[in-house]
């Protein structure tokens, strides 16, 4: 079996069997496309799983070079590394042999970002005005788009949820005014989580469904002009005209409500771990990310306020 039959193989198996998420199967598959894509140009043919089998450490360092030659960050070629350790560990383990070319591997050191949160100010306007642009692109009634808009991005900063996690909601998961019950979410691997919903997500969301197109139960609850599910481009598209005309910040996204979401709970005493939960996170060492975060904005303050921080 050549290298490329075998990678696909591999990708099919993380997509059915461990449920990785379609993102993480898609930069997996450009990563290991580019690694046989070298593997091809350095051996003078298109490798088979015998080749793959017989690399050497030499051979995988040589592809991190190339790709940080071609200005590939260090958390991408980690990520890089990721998906062939991955990939030949697979293939080992099938064929009943050691994985040479992994011995004494070490990928390039990947700090994580800090989260780029909004101020409470920002996320408030965001969620409460924009509504007030339209996209003259469309097709969409402005009052409709206006209560769609509001209750899509309400909902971001009230919940902390994931535009994907958002837009895969429909209307019979809707929250409702006048009703206590958390929103059930299904977030990465297809794990579910309970949050809770703010009288003020309801509100929107009531404002919404006044205008909803299609209030079957089994409807998606965010639609576009055409009346299926809103893509997530035309609602980063939005923001992004919002943002403009407001003056916001370039880093303010779909995802840095939730980033908001989670660094405002935390400077407000919320617990980590109960962060955790509302996130998602299968790691505390994710979610732990806002300390650093918070920890920012207090040596920030500190810096503009105290008399001898010049």
């Keep these: 079996m050549e290298a490329p ?3 696909a193989a591999w990708l099919r198996m993380l997509a059915q069997e461990r449920r990785a998420s379609a993102n993480t199967v898609e930069a997996y598959g450009a990563d290991l496309a580019l690694f046989i894509d070298f593997l091809t140009r350095h051996l003078g043919e298109v490798p088979d799983t015998t080749a793959l089998a017989t690399l050497r450490p030499a051979d995988i360092r040589g592809f991190l ?3 940080a030659r071609a200005g590939d960050a260090n958390a991408t070629r980690a990520r ?3 998906a062939i ?3 030949l560990r697979d293939l080992a383990r099938r064929q009943g042999h050691p994985v040479a070319a992994l011995a004494g591997m070490r990928g390039p050191r990947a700090g994580a970002p800090v989260p780029r949160a909004l101020s409470a100010a920002d996320a408030k306007d965001i969620a409460a005005n924009i509504g007030g642009v339209h996209d003259p692109d469309r ?3 402005p009052r409709m788009q206006a209560a769609r808009d509001v209750a899509l991005f309400t909902l971001l900063y009230g919940c902390g949820l994931r535009i994907a996690e958002a837009l895969a909601l429909d209307v019979k998961d809707a929250p409702r ?5 958390a929103l059930r979410v299904t977030g990465k691997g297809n794990k579910e989580r309970l949050v809770p919903v703010l009288p003020a997500v309801r509100q929107a969301m009531e404002a919404w469904l006044a205008e909803h197109p299609d209030r079957h139960p089994d409807s998606p609850l965010f639609v ?3 009346g299926a599910r809103l893509d997530p481009a035309v609602a980063q598209r939005h923001l992004r005209n ?3 005309l407001a003056g916001l910040p370039e880093h303010a996204t779909p995802h840095a409500l939730r980033h908001s979401f989670a660094t405002h709970l935390l400077g407000g005493g919320a617990d980590l771990r109960a962060i955790q939960e509302l996130l998602g996170h299968a790691s505390l060492s994710t979610t732990q990310r806002y300390t650093r975060v918070d920890a920012a904005a207090l040596l920030e303050t500190w810096q503009k306020a105290h008399p001898r921080a010049e």
């Design 5 to 7: 039959e075998a990678a």
């Design 65 to 67: 070079a190339e790709r």
């Design 80 to 82: 890089r590394l990721a």
């Design 85 to 87: 350790r991955g990939f």
């Design 139 to 141: 097709s969409e009634q």
């Design 177 to 181: 005014a006048g009703q206590d019950s």
């Design 224 to 226: 576009g002009a055409r």
């Design 242 to 244: 919002w943002r403009r």
